[in-house]
T-cell receptor, first 117, second 114 residues
């Protein structure tokens, strides 16, 4: 079946511009996660949704970053007034929500490579 | 706070030889441990996980991992490496007391030589 998809795959923007990154989870998956991965590092948690509710946004680095999942499916991560330090791979993952707590397997999309000039 | 250490940036092994990629962790509560593999221009692919039960976990593509509670380790192993196993491997941890997120190590590049 179809996996997690993300668009665009690559985004180049100028400093100060806003960007919106899209994630389409595996069909039926109720939990959705956003991570950011710097070059040479592992992914770092940004935020987590259960259905449409944003359950944890403790990983968002500052108030320029926001995320939404209004209908409990597709999610958008928005970065306002981008800065060069925002350049990274942004990864989305989804899980079924059928396993208790943190035991659920997260399935990752291909990521969006953001470059801020 | 929870953390994962992957002490080797790169592991080199000859095709047909056994491979080990090391991972140690630190968490409060009971750990849940995961291995993912990243191929160029592709997303992270799930390999295997340990939640509870048998300490030896078998996963995709012939990989296995052994959970060792006393050494807080979860090393990834394969009896006979293939050139196609060459990729970037990430160990990740969550727990029964932590937030709903994975904490990843910095990754280990596996290079299998023909």
């Amino acid at each position: 079946g179809a996996g997690v998809s993300q668009s665009p795959r690559y985004k180049v923007t100028k400093r100060g511009q806003d960007v919106a990154l899209r994630c389409d989870p595996i069909s039926g998956h109720v939990s959705l996660y956003w991570y950011r991965q710097a070059l040479g590092q592992g992914p770092e948690f940004l935020t987590y949704f259960n259905y449409e509710a944003q359950q944890d946004k403790s990983g968002l680095p500052n108030d320029r970053f926001s995320a939404e999942r209004p209908e409990g499916s597709i999610s958008t991560l928005t970065i306002q007034r981008t800065e060069q330090r925002d350049s990274a791979m942004y990864r989305c993952a989804s899980s079924s929500g059928q396993k208790p707590g943190n035991t659920d397997t997260q399935y990752f999309g291909p990521g969006t490579r953001l470059t801020v000039l | 706070a929870q953390s994962v250490a992957q002490p080797e940036d790169q592991v080199n092994v000859a095709e047909g030889n056994p491979l080990t990629v090391k991972c140690t962790y630190s968490v409060s509560g009971n750990p849940y441990l995961f291995w993912y593999v990243q191929y160029p221009n592709r997303g992270l692919q799930f390999l295997l996980k340990y939640i509870t039960g048998d300490n030896l976990v078998k996963g995709s593509y012939g990989f296995e991992a052994e959970f060792n509670k006393s050494q807080t380790s979860f090393h990834l192993k394969k009896p006979s490496a293939l050139v196609s196993d060459s990729a970037l491997y990430f160990c990740a941890v969550s727990s029964d007391t932590g937030r709903r997120a994975l904490t990843f190590g910095s990754g280990t590049r596996l290079q299998v030589q023909p």
